[in-house]
């Protein structure tokens, strides 16, 4: 049994971003995993970060026609969007490749998002703590669809600092929905969170790691 935080994994995760990479011939399966946010959360960022391979976005510059729907406040330099998935890939041993998908943020892509939640074993679910409602919707819908999902808190500069039970009361958490933190810039900081998101799964007999 391969474990999630493997010397292995770890020197999968220390190549260069980006570098073009085909999976290796022993890869027998693949596993999907949600990144899922409201706006501004930082999906396309770990995504980004994550992958072993030049990520697709379907990112498209933000006009005045969303400015009346789209909330900029605190969120001053976007000036992007994802309009239909970002993906990327990360080989997790040599039987298993591990595929993101970026879901965009706003209601109205939400048919969109149903059709990518579609076969996936799980969901991280990025949290913004200076606009926490703003993901009450995603965690809902995750709920209602009975994804198992970790609450994956992006430190910003200016992100405030809560203790975990009063994060996950505010939050309407169930107790077995880990709480994980990570600067989504940080290609350490986010291959970390993975991993610790992977061994969630892996504990809960969700996903099956094989030699």
Same mark, same amino acid.
């Given at each position: 049994?391969?474990?999630?935080?493997?010397?292995?994994?770890?020197?999968?995760?220390?190549?260069?971003?980006?570098?073009?990479?085909?999976?290796?011939?022993?890869?027998? =399966?693949?596993?999907?995993?949600?990144?899922?946010?409201?706006?501004?959360?930082?999906?396309?960022?770990?995504?980004?970060?994550?992958?072993?391979?030049?990520?697709?976005?379907?990112? *498209?510059?933000?006009?005045?026609?969303?400015?009346?729907?789209?909330?900029?406040?605190?969120?001053? $330099?976007?000036?992007?969007?994802?309009?239909?998935?970002?993906?990327?890939?990360?080989?997790?041993?040599?039987?298993?490749?591990?595929? /993101?998908?970026?879901?965009? =943020?706003?209601?109205?892509?939400?048919? /969109?998002?149903? $059709?990518?939640?579609?076969?996936?074993?799980?969901?991280?679910?990025?949290?913004?703590?200076?606009?926490? $409602? *703003?993901?009450?919707?995603?965690?809902?819908?995750?709920?209602?669809?009975?994804?198992?999902?970790?609450?994956?808190?992006?430190?910003?500069?200016?992100?405030?600092?809560?203790? *975990? $039970?009063?994060?996950?009361?505010?939050?309407?958490? /169930?107790? @077995?929905?880990?709480?994980?933190?990570?600067?989504?810039?940080?290609?350490?900081?986010?291959? @970390?969170?993975?991993?610790?998101?992977?061994? !969630?799964? !892996?504990?809960?007999?969700?996903?099956?790691?094989?030699?």
């Amino acid at each position: 049994m391969a474990s999630a935080n493997s010397a292995e994994a770890r020197a999968t995760a220390a190549g260069a971003p980006g570098t073009p990479q085909y999976l290796p011939a022993s890869v027998q =399966g693949a596993v999907k995993i949600l990144v899922t946010g409201p706006f501004g959360v930082g999906k396309t960022t770990l995504v980004g970060s994550l992958s072993e391979i030049t990520p697709l976005r379907t990112e *498209e510059t933000m006009t005045a026609a969303s400015s009346a729907v789209d909330d900029l406040t605190g969120r001053g $330099d976007k000036t992007t969007t994802t309009v239909a998935l970002d993906f990327g890939r990360i080989t997790l041993n040599p039987r298993l490749a591990l595929y /993101l998908f970026g879901t965009p =943020g706003q209601q109205r892509f939400w048919p /969109l998002w149903d $059709d990518l939640s579609r076969g996936a074993l799980g969901a991280i679910a990025m949290v913004d703590l200076r606009r926490p $409602d *703003e993901s009450f919707d995603v965690l809902g819908r995750l709920e209602e669809q009975q994804i198992p999902f970790a609450v994956a808190v992006n430190t910003f500069p200016d992100t405030p600092s809560y203790p *975990e $039970d009063e994060l996950r009361s505010a939050l309407d958490l /169930l107790p @077995d929905v880990p709480i994980l933190f990570c600067d989504a810039r940080d290609r350490r900081a986010a291959y @970390d969170l993975l991993i610790d998101f992977v061994g !969630h799964l !892996h504990a809960t007999a969700v996903l099956e790691l094989q030699r």
